[in-house]
């Protein structure tokens, strides 16, 4: 069995010497990063919808559920405040808009509204770094105006702070790590003559992301296939996917094998 059932169409063959490989005879050798992309026209990668999940279900109603375009995951946010004000009735976090980066080419964004909200300052947008999308929030709770200050997880780990809150709050957070990121999200919305709470609930739609193409990519791509799946690649890449391929600890060669 080959682990990349369709041949590439004429694909150039290259000659690179295998010592210290498995005794096996390779069906294709690749020979750099970019030839070990072979990316399609659709792009190497593609994302699959998983499970809704409900982070803070407080007051008012759900506005429309945002999806992200396909291949597109999030990766950083804006987020429309109104601080605190003795004059007027505060709402805390009363908007916020998800930026989507394509998978294949971070650098292609879409900046999508999940809830423009009705009275406060929209801040700068805050993105993950390059090539990490978001995984979860960390968001302050209060019971004056509902959700308030607000951050993102990127990758699992990297916390980016979005907008710092402004009342005595209860801290709360929402993270997976199961190859799964944040492509779409929904809002729940108060707001009344006596109470402006804004925000007061946050819905967040996951997908995951896989191979698209049965290719084994480099470390370079920080990524490679595993059960048909796209798993973030270690310091060394040693083992690149299932049975089926050897990825050579150097991150500059990929091999794929009969078995």
């Known amino acids: 069995m080959v682990l990349c059932k369709e041949k590439v169409e004429k694909q150039k063959k290259l000659k690179l010497s295998t010592r210290g490989l498995p005794k096996r005879s390779p069906t294709l050798v690749l020979t750099t990063p970019q030839d070990a992309q072979l990316r399609s026209s659709n792009g190497i990668r593609s994302t699959q919808e ?15 559920l945002v999806k992200a375009p396909n291949n597109y995951l999030a990766c950083g946010a804006q987020y429309r405040y109104e601080g605190k004000d003795i004059w007027t009735d505060d709402s805390g976090g009363n908007g916020l808009r998800l ?17 423009e909200g009705n009275s406060g300052e929209w801040g700068n947008d805050k993105k993950c770094e390059y090539g990490q999308f978001i995984t979860g929030i960390k968001y302050y709770l ?35 790590n199961n190859n799964q990121y944040v492509c779409g999200g929904q809002t729940k919305f108060h707001t009344d003559t006596f109470d402006s709470y804004g925000i007061d609930g946050i819905r967040l739609q996951y997908c995951s992301y ?9 470390c370079d791509d920080k990524f490679y296939l595993k059960n048909n799946q796209c798993i973030d690649c270690d310091n060394t890449c040693a083992t690149c996917v299932n049975d089926a391929s050897y990825c050579l600890s150097n991150n500059k060669i990929i091999a794929i094998y009969n078995i």
């Open 99 to 115: 930026i989507f980066c394509n998978i294949n080419d971070w650098s292609q964004l879409q900046k999508i509204s999940l809830n």
């Open 50 to 64: 998983q499970n809704l999940e409900t982070i803070h279900d407080g007051s008012g109603d759900w506005k429309t």
């Open 142 to 176: 209060s019971d004056s105006v509902g959700i308030d200050g607000f951050h993102i997880y990127c990758n699992y780990t990297q916390l980016v702070n979005v907008k710092n809150g402004d009342w005595d709050e209860t801290l709360k957070e929402y993270n997976v």
């Open 210 to 218: 896989y191979c698209s193409s049965h290719i084994c990519t480099s």
